[in-house]
């Protein structure tokens, strides 16, 4: 999936037009506790190492993946055990399948791994915008965490923000089509599962649920290849995050 949004090369230091992106010089005088600008001096925020988050945020997402791959058997499952439970007058409140015990587990770890990304997405971010204040960025950084949360806005702020965070237009090129289709794939994978749960019978008079399994398969698929593609995604912010720092040394 390719970036429909143009953006020019990274410039280098030397390309920086004075007062942009970086210290002026300094002023006869002057002493050194004079403050820079903020425009000259970036976002506030101190330059870290992602370190143990990029694990934390790469276990969530090989965990959770891992928690998709029955998840077709266990809709079948179910449904059948709904259908039984409804030819016997059984409501399908009276119990609970393995299908509804996985999705309550994987809520959890979504929830977490919301949590941890998020807090590595932001280091990411300080990162990129005091050591490449001229690196373009399509949202504020408070979109870090509000942009999977506000509604309609959930559906591109995230993936504009990843693709910024990553600096792929200067030596990267490959990864940001790899944004693209790691998103494609996530919103797939959250419509086949909002479908799902439509489908989840609440009473005796609930019907579609022979239909779980399909969207359940699309669903399984969806959210395997949405997991192994972020998981590259951050190994690579990882890495550009690793030359970033080290030009800094």
């Not at 979109?143 to 030596?171: A, E, I, K, M, T």
Request: glycine content about 10%; proline content about 9%; hydrophobic content about 45%.
């Amino acid at each position: 999936m390719s970036d429909p949004t143009p953006y020019p090369r990274f410039p280098s230091e030397d390309d920086v037009p004075e007062g942009w992106g970086r210290a002026p010089e300094p002023v006869p005088g002057a002493t050194s506790a004079t403050p820079v600008p903020a425009a000259a001096s970036g976002a506030p925020g101190t330059p870290e190492p992602l370190g143990v988050l990029t694990t934390l945020t790469a276990g969530f997402a090989v965990l959770y993946t891992l928690l998709q791959l029955p998840r077709y058997w266990l809709a079948r499952d179910a449904a059948d055990r709904w259908t039984t439970g409804a030819v016997d007058g059984r409501s399908p409140a009276e119990f609970f399948t393995p299908y509804e015990v996985v999705d309550m587990v994987g809520l959890l770890v979504l929830v977490g791994g919301f949590v941890v990304t998020c807090l590595w997405l932001w280091r990411a971010r300080v990162n990129v915008d005091v050591l490449s204040p001229t690196s373009p960025q399509a949202r504020s950084r408070g979109w870090v965490w509000g942009g999977w949360l506000v509604p309609v806005v959930n559906l591109w702020f995230p993936f504009q923000v990843v693709r910024d965070v990553l600096r792929v237009r200067s030596h990267h090129p490959s990864s940001g089509s790899r944004v693209g289709w790691w998103w494609g794939a996530f919103i797939v994978a959250n419509v086949a599962s909002g479908v799902e749960s439509l489908l989840v019978p609440t009473d005796l008079e609930s019907t579609g649920v022979g239909d779980l399994p399909a969207f359940a398969a699309v669903s399984t698929v969806a959210w395997v290849v949405a997991g192994v593609l972020w998981i590259r995604v951050v190994r690579a912010v990882a890495a550009d995050q690793e030359e970033l720092l080290a030009g800094r040394a």
